[in-house]
């Protein structure tokens, strides 16, 4: 949040207090009332802010920074333009402030004195309501947190009875939709999880919340009345959108979360009940895949990680045709299901339509003409609709009977097999197709077709509705057209063929004649007003007329405004079915848009087996990577079960090859895979046949976090300490070069001790990409391991330098990484490439001297043989850990003979490691302790 200077009562006007004029006394006030946020007062056509606030908001908006002098002064003053008032909070709302409204409430034409003022919502990142603030892809939620103290612990609680943390519970609400959200969480660690996957724009905590400093929420923290989370308070403030709150709620700890942010929003849209969250949804966190903000980010699911050429996975399977499809889809990514029987519903549906191909392209045409009925009914219940709202309301619910028609099966569709669909998803989805005839008939008869975006200047109520509006019109036409043939008849009677007869807001209706006829103006005519060269007059009868049509016109345009309001009331009373009509839409969307996809990009429908059998997975391809290359190299992925080519697999395969070649590419791939299948999704595959999963994994990538302390080996060992903490025999793990970042010894250490314990301990389906090609020697050892390599051929034209890679997976160990060649590549000097090339020859050779004839450099090789006793010292350590790991095998680079080594401080060292329980040992604390060893090691060798 900004400086608190520049919220509440400005300074300046303090002092003063009792001197300010009415209008800066009222501005005052609400400031005062409003203190966390900053006061925007409607001065006519215009917000305007004062003091220190206008300061922010003519910096923050880029607008000009005025003056208004009164008695008691001269104020700073900017003003935003109501009519676009959306971008210039959209900038205010990025830089961290809320924002009051406050709106003139009474007509200042009938106002006795100063116009009445009041604020009329509170304007936040996550209460938005306004189109123009808000994305139509996703949802906008505000998130509360609450914590229990042990004792609340719901029988349905996500991860079952709370440790000493305490339960947690996480209520978000969409105030532009109404969707509300609840869930449990047994500790905060979980409950920073769930927020990293719902995504809220704006963040409130309870009392006693606190959540880990390293989380990254992208939420703006807000603070709240502290009292909202108590729970007898929160009780009754969910009471009053559900009969009965312990049948929807699982423990007092989400009746506490879920009260404080329904009031909370209640707060921002003027402290009203929000008619339209009439379902307060519990939700198991433990009932769909878990995937975290690492695997977010990984995966790349909803957004890149700085490839500016990169695209998501949702822009490549989104083919939605509608707003809240678009949503549902993104909410079934975010969410994929565990439920087989949920699941494979969904893929019933989408096989229907991309078999029937007439069927699919007829919904698809219907939904695009679908506005965003989830958001307009939210308009409609908080009365903030206007009538091309309600028209656009009716447009939506004139589609749903051509839905159903569809569906059902009609000329349209008479070229698919079937008349009425088979799918039993598809079938409740029909019956969820409520048509609402009693609400598009009143909306239908009520609303004019092409209404004005205003509802009190009247032309938003059809002609024929009221008999008592149609009377007010009918005078107010016949007196115009009156006065319109009022110019011809006086022309004629008076013989002046220059009068004119017109109207303006001051005079009314008046007849001018010029000076040079004055003196044949009638009698009857009376003086209105005199011009420079001319004489405006009325009649008796004008005035009659126009006191008769201006009366129809007022009295006309106050019924329409009262007429539409109690035809808006009565839409909104039927808020329910109309979102449980949006519901179904956005499901029929987003299936429809699998479908879509599904056709245009050739993905087949996953099969789901048993654990037994493992992931098998046919010529699969990464859904984005192939839409962005010529040519894609598909590859299958066999882990676990039995395979008729190869009999029983590994669920660990160990992945070598070169840079470049594929292998994050091919892990991704086949994450992305069970992904979409568990979505619903048809999947980029010949054939797949999967277990359901209940989480994946990820390790993937450099990062860091400076700010907080951790670099980027310390970021990736916090992260491989979840997965190893986290994972089950359930489980997809991706690792990618565990290790790096360290010493080499000691990388290869974690990353063999790492696979020893997925294999061992966890049983989970684990791809692990690495340049340690010892760890391929883990086959050997271990039945759950196995091997795996991405192809490269070197021409032999070239001496074997030029190589080329092949993208192709094959089974057992690669020879190289290839890292010179891809050095040559990416454009490092040659010189360089040469010299490294010698030495990874020589090296391969088992040469003495690396450094060539014309070379020699005797300061390297004195500081190698320096170095020689520690990493003596390091690989008897290493081979010592190995034995007191029940002889679990650990690759050592070769010891060089006669090299020296401090026999005392060795014995220390190996007495330490041998002490270690590694089957107890978690892997931080196994950084540690090799870290401590290595300390000990190089201070030996320094004398120390």
């Given at each position: ?6 919220l ?7 002092e ?9 006394s009222?501005?005052y ?17 215009f917000?305007?802010a004062f ?8 910096r923050?908006?880029e ?9 008691t002064?001269?104020y ?5 333009p ?5 971008s210039?909070?959209?900038r205010l ?20 004195g100063?116009v ?22 996703d949802?906008?939620y505000?998130?509360?947190v609450?914590r229990?103290?042990g ?19 996480l209520?978000a609400?969409?105030?532009?939709t ?19 996957r719902?995504?809220?724009a704006?963040?409130?905590?309870g009392?006693?919340v ?6 990254s ?7 709240h ?23 929807v ?9 879920c ?6 929003a ?7 009940r ?5 379902r ?19 995966l ?34 975010r ?18 339509l ?8 007829r ?6 003409e ?10 409609v219940s ?11 309301l ?7 009977p ?7 099966g009609s ?24 048509t ?20 009190t ?40 063929d ?27 005519y ?10 405006r ?10 006191d ?23 839409v ?15 499901d ?6 699998f ?31 192939e ?10 992925a066999r882990?676990g079960?039995?395979?008729s ?22 892990m ?10 568990q ?6 595959a ?29 970021r ?18 991706l ?31 684990t791809?692990?990409?690495t ?12 039945d759950?391991?196995?091997?795996l390599?991405?192809?490269?051929s ?5 001496d074997?330098?030029s ?12 020879d ?13 000097p ?21 450094n ?9 090789e004195?500081q ?10 390091r690989?008897r ?8 790991n029940?002889g ?7 010891v ?12 220390d ?11 107890r ?21 320094d004398?120390?």
């Amino acid at each position: 949040m900004p400086s608190e200077s520049a919220l509440g009562p400005p300074p300046s006007m303090t002092e003063v207090r009792d001197e300010l004029t009415p209008m800066l006394s009222q501005y005052y006030e609400l400031c005062e009332r409003y203190d966390d946020a900053l006061v925007l007062f409607q001065v006519g056509d215009f917000y305007e802010a004062f003091c220190e606030a206008a300061e922010v908001v003519a910096r923050t908006c880029e607008v000009t920074l005025t003056k208004r002098e009164d008695s008691t002064g001269t104020y700073p003053m900017a003003g935003l333009p109501i009519d676009n008032a959306a971008s210039y909070l959209d900038r205010l709302l990025d830089a961290g402030y809320r924002v009051a409204v406050a709106d003139q409430v009474e007509d200042a034409e009938e106002a006795s004195g100063l116009v009445d003022r009041a604020v009329t919502r509170i304007v936040t990142p996550g209460t938005l309501t306004d189109d123009e603030l808000l994305g139509a892809a996703d949802a906008n939620y505000v998130a509360a947190v609450a914590r229990g103290d042990g004792s609340d612990v719901g029988t349905g609680g996500a991860g079952g009875a709370s440790d000493a943390d305490g339960p947690y519970a996480l209520a978000a609400v969409d105030v532009s939709t109404g969707e509300c959200l609840v869930t449990s969480l047994p500790d905060a660690e979980r409950c920073v999880e769930e927020l990293e996957r719902l995504a809220p724009a704006e963040l409130l905590l309870g009392p006693g919340v606190d959540l880990p400093d390293d989380r990254s929420l992208p939420a703006m923290e807000s603070a709240h009345d502290p009292d909202a989370f108590g729970f007898d308070a929160a009780r009754e403030r969910v009471g009053a959108y559900v009969p009965s709150p312990d049948a929807v709620l699982d423990a007092e700890v989400e009746v506490r979360a879920c009260g404080a942010v329904l009031a909370y929003a209640e707060y921002t849209q003027g402290d009203e009940r929000l008619e339209y969250v009439s379902r307060i949804t519990r939700y198991d966190p433990r009932e769909s895949l878990r995937l975290d903000a690492t695997a977010l980010r990984s995966l790349e699911l909803f957004e890149t990680r700085g490839d500016s050429r990169g695209r998501p996975l949702v822009d490549v399977v989104d083919d939605t045709a509608s707003a809240p499809g678009r949503r549902r889809l993104r909410a079934w990514l975010r969410r994929p299901l565990l439920d087989r029987e949920r699941i494979e519903a969904r893929h019933g549906a989408v096989a229907e339509l991309v078999e029937r191909s007439l069927l699919r392209e007829r919904l698809r045409e219907l939904l695009a003409e679908v506005y965003d009925v989830e958001r307009l009914v939210g308009r409609v219940s908080r009365g903030r609709a206007n009538a091309r709202d309600l028209r656009s309301l009716l447009t939506t619910l004139d589609t749903v009977p051509e839905l159903r028609a569809a569906l059902e099966g009609s000329s349209d569709t008479v070229g698919d097999d079937a008349d009425h669909v088979a799918s039993d998803h598809l079938c409740d989805l029909l019956d969820a197709l409520d048509t609402l005839d009693d609400v598009r008939d009143l909306l239908r008869s009520a609303i004019a077709e092409e209404p004005p975006m205003e509802v009190t200047e009247g032309g938003v109520i059809r002609e024929g509705f009221d008999a008592d509006l149609d009377d007010l019109r009918a005078t107010e036409r016949e007196g115009r057209q009156w006065v319109a043939d009022l110019e011809a008849s006086e022309r004629e009677r008076t013989g002046i063929d220059s009068l004119e007869v017109g109207h303006n807001q001051v005079h009314g209706y008046y007849i001018e004649v010029t000076n040079p006829n004055l003196d044949r103006v009638p009698d009857d005519y009376t003086r209105r007003q005199t011009l420079k060269n001319s004489e405006r007059f009325y009649t008796p009868e004008l005035k009659r007329r126009e006191d008769e049509i201006f009366g129809a016109a007022e009295r006309a345009d106050s019924l329409e405004y009262d007429l539409f309001v109690e035809v808006r009331e009565r839409v909104a009373a039927e808020t329910d079915r109309i979102q449980r009509l949006a519901d179904a839409v956005a499901d029929l969307d987003a299936l429809a848009s699998f479908a879509a996809v599904a056709v245009a990009n050739d993905y087949v429908c996953p099969e789901f087996g048993s654990h037994d059998e493992g992931i098998h997975i046919e010529n699969g391809r990464h859904p984005v990577v192939e839409r962005t290359r010529r040519e894609f190299v598909p590859n299958d992925a066999r882990l676990g079960g039995r395979h008729s080519e190869d009999g029983e697999r590994g669920r660990i395969a160990v992945v070598t090859g070169p840079n470049m070649s594929g292998k994050s590419t091919y892990m991704r791939q086949v994450a992305l895979v069970v992904v979409l299948a568990q979505a619903g999704s048809f999947v980029p595959a010949d054939a797949a046949r999967l277990p359901i999963l209940d989480r994946v994994f990820t390790r993937v990538g450099a990062s860091d976090d400076i700010a907080g302390g951790q670099s980027t080996f310390m970021r990736e060992m916090s992260e491989l300490t979840d997965i190893l903490h986290d994972a089950t025999d359930e489980s997809l793990v991706l690792l990618d070069e565990v290790g790096r970042g360290t010493s080499t010894a000691d990388g290869r250490a974690i990353a063999r001790a790492t696979t020893e314990f997925l294999a061992e301990a966890v049983g989970a389906y684990t791809l692990f990409a690495t340049h340690y090609h010892e760890l391929t020697d883990l086959a050997e050892d271990l039945d759950s391991v196995f091997n795996l390599h991405f192809a490269a051929s070197r021409d032999p034209e070239s001496d074997g330098e030029s190589v080329t890679f092949l993208h192709r997976v094959r089974e057992g160990a690669a020879d190289s990484s290839y890292g010179v060649e891809v050095a040559e590549l990416a454009g490092v000097p040659e010189r360089v490439v040469s010299r490294s090339r010698a030495l990874v020859d020589a090296e391969r050779d088992g040469a003495d001297d690396v450094n060539g004839a014309d070379g020699a450099d005797e300061a390297t090789e004195t500081q190698a043989a320096s170095r020689q006793p520690a990493a003596d010292s390091r690989q008897r350590t290493l081979a010592d850990a190995a034995a007191t790991n029940g002889g679990a095998h650990v690759e050592t680079e070769p010891v060089v003979e006669g090299a020296e080594t401090d026999d005392g401080v060795d014995a220390d060292v190996l007495a330490d490691l041998a002490d270690l329980d590694l089957a107890r040992t978690t892997p931080l604390e196994a950084l540690n302790a090799l870290h401590d060893l290595q300390r000990r090691l190089e201070g030996a060798e320094d004398g120390g």
